[in-house]
T-cell receptor, first 112, second 115 residues
Framework: DAGVIQSPRHEVTEMGQEVTLRCKPI?????LFWYRQTMMRGLELLIY????????DSGMPEDRFSAKMPNASFSTLKIQPSEPRDSAVYFC??????????FGDGTRLSIL | AQSVTQLDSQVPVFEEAPVELRCNYS??????LFWYVQYPNQGLQLLLK??????LVKGINGFEAEFNKSQTSFHLRKPSVHISDTAEYFC?????????????FGKGTLLTVNP
């Protein structure tokens, strides 16, 4: 089985640019999660979806961040406009119910 | 709300020595407990989980953990570590049953195994 697939693996862009991160969850999983990992704050949950519907977005830092899940096999996390403090590793994870979450390899984002 | 405390940010050990990585949690409800491992430039991989039943849980790569409800702990152990166990380890908790599917992670413990 293919795992959670994230793209791109690395992204370097200049401040003010729009950034779009992509995630393909494991087939059959009905929950999808977006996390951000930094040295200072560790792993933070940004938002999660159930059956493509956003359930909890309380972790989204501000209006510059948005996430969508147009169908069961695809989700995006968008930052517009990007700022240097958004530099981090962003992870996507998926699962069924209370089963353990499966993580992608992450997108390492650098905003210059 | 839940919280997770990993008491050691770094644990250096020698190869073939035993290791224990400590994890304490706080929650007003029953919980599920997990340990994940993260190798450099990779995502998190599940090591083991406690959902119910026996409090001693065995996972992959020879790791095990014991759930202690009275001490609200879920410490991870391995009797003999290898160089390849060098990685960051995360303890995580989620609410038992119910409709809250969020995982709360600890800050992580960097295990360094030296020859």
């Amino acid at each position: 089985d293919a795992g959670v697939i994230q793209s791109p693996r690395h992204e370097v862009t200049e401040m003010g640019q729009e950034v779009t991160l992509r995630c393909k969850p494991i087939s059959g999983h009905d929950y999808l999660f977006w996390y951000r990992q930094t040295m200072m704050r560790g792993l933070e949950l940004l938002i999660y979806f159930n059956n493509n519907v956003p359930i909890d977005d309380s972790g989204m830092p501000e209006d510059r961040f948005s996430a969508k899940m147009p169908n069961a096999s695809f989700s995006t996390l968008k930052i517009q406009p990007s700022e240097p403090r958004d530099s981090a590793v962003y992870f996507c994870a998926s699962t069924r119910g209370h089963q353990p979450q499966h993580f992608g390899d992450g997108t390492r984002l650098s905003i210059l | 709300a839940q919280s997770v405390t990993q008491l050691d940010s770094q644990v250096p050990v020698f190869e073939e020595a035993p290791v224990e990585l400590r994890c304490n949690y706080s929650s007003s409800v029953s919980v599920y407990l997990f340990w994940y491992v993260q190798y450099p430039n990779q995502g998190l991989q599940l090591l083991l989980k406690y959902l119910s039943g026996s409090t001693l849980v065995k996972g992959i790569n020879g790791f095990e953990a014991e759930f202690n409800k009275s001490q609200t702990s879920f410490h991870l152990r391995k009797p003999s570590v290898h160089i390849s166990d060098t990685a960051e380890y995360f303890c995580a908790v989620s609410e038992y049953g119910g409709s809250n599917y969020k995982l709360t992670f600890g800050k992580g413990t960097l295990l360094t195994v030296n020859p």
